[in-house]
């Protein structure tokens, strides 16, 4: 039933449906020359009966190919405010966003988007379109501070200390090491400068495969974790703190 100039609430249109959907369609007629299959049906449709947690209380916006037959809500915003795209039942956020289809990306940003919270920090993604610097996803503070950037080609920078969890707590299988055994094997272990494809600056240390065959640490011999580098360097300077002071306390006993 459709109301027009209705008195209530000042509503000038109003659509009146009884326990289901109140709908409008948009349709266009297809043009002879198209071929079968052009035909789709956009809905509006609404529902304002039922439990506030119902997720069928809501406005829907919908599609479906061909003029007749079934579709698919694209958009729900449900009646306590959350707003679904993609998949619109379940365990909703208050924004979620789903891909339907197998898309590359579930959300774009253009050029400098930006995600901000009312707090004090904000989410960039920055391609630098006209810019000679790389794209970036920053984290900036209120002041507009960057204070974690991942840059295209990997690179992180993180502006102020960057805490790796070590809490005992957390840990478990704990043994002792021999710290002369780790200090022999970095001994042998080859240090080279290089730098990665694509890059036009250098680093200095081992390749991940040598560092993995030499100590077994972390679940990958493609990389090195920056607990594991620190704990066999600092394990080799106890050995050779170790060794300096024999050498030390044989010294002495010699010029004795």
């Known amino acids: 039933m459709l109301e027009m100039d209705s008195t209530i609430d000042d509503v000038q249109l109003r659509l009146v449906?009884?326990?289901?959907?109140?709908?409008?369609?948009?349709?266009?007629?297809?043009?002879?020359?198209?071929?079968?299959?052009?035909?789709?049906?956009?809905?509006?449709?609404a529902r304002s009966y039922g439990d506030p947690a119902d997720d069928a209380k809501a406005i829907n916006f919908w599609y479906g190919s061909g003029n007749t037959g079934?579709?698919?809500?694209?958009?729900?915003?449900?009646?306590d405010g959350r707003v679904a795209i993609g998949s619109t039942s379940g365990n909703l956020a208050a924004l979620n966003v789903q891909a339907i289809d197998d898309f590359d990306q579930d959300i774009r940003l253009k050029g400098?988007?930006?995600?901000?919270?009312q707090g004090s920090i904000a989410l960039w993604l920055d391609d630098?379109?006209?810019?000679?610097?790389?794209?970036?996803?920053e984290i900036r503070s209120g002041a507009d501070v960057t204070v974690f950037e991942v840059f295209?080609?990997?690179?992180?920078?993180?502006r102020g200390s960057m805490v790796h969890s070590s809490d005992r707590s957390r840990k478990e299988n704990i043994v002792s090491v021999?710290?002369?055994?780790?200090l022999d094997q970095v001994a042998k272990l080859d240090i080279s400068k290089w730098n990665f494809k694509g890059d036009d600056y250098s680093h200095l240390g081992p390749m991940a495969q040598d560092f993995y065959a030499a100590f077994g640490l972390g679940g990958t011999d493609k990389g090195i974790a920056t607990v594991d580098?620190?704990?066999v360097a600092l394990a080799a300077i106890q050995a050779l703190l170790k060794r300096?002071?024999?050498?030390?306390?044989?010294?002495?006993?010699?010029?004795?």
């Open 244 to 256: 300096i002071e024999a050498l030390e306390a044989l010294l002495k006993e010699r010029e004795e």
């Open 17 to 45: 449906e009884t326990d289901d959907y109140a709908r409008i369609e948009f349709y266009n007629i297809p043009e002879p020359a198209n071929p079968a299959g052009y035909e789709g049906r956009f809905h509006i449709a």
């Open 229 to 231: 580098s620190d704990g």
């Open 152 to 158: 295209e080609n990997g690179d992180v920078y993180v």
């Open 70 to 79: 079934g579709g698919t809500d694209l958009m729900s915003i449900k009646s």
């Open 178 to 182: 021999n710290s002369a055994q780790i």
């Open 112 to 117: 400098q988007g930006r995600i901000s919270s």
């Open 128 to 137: 630098n379109n006209n810019s000679s610097t790389d794209d970036a996803f």
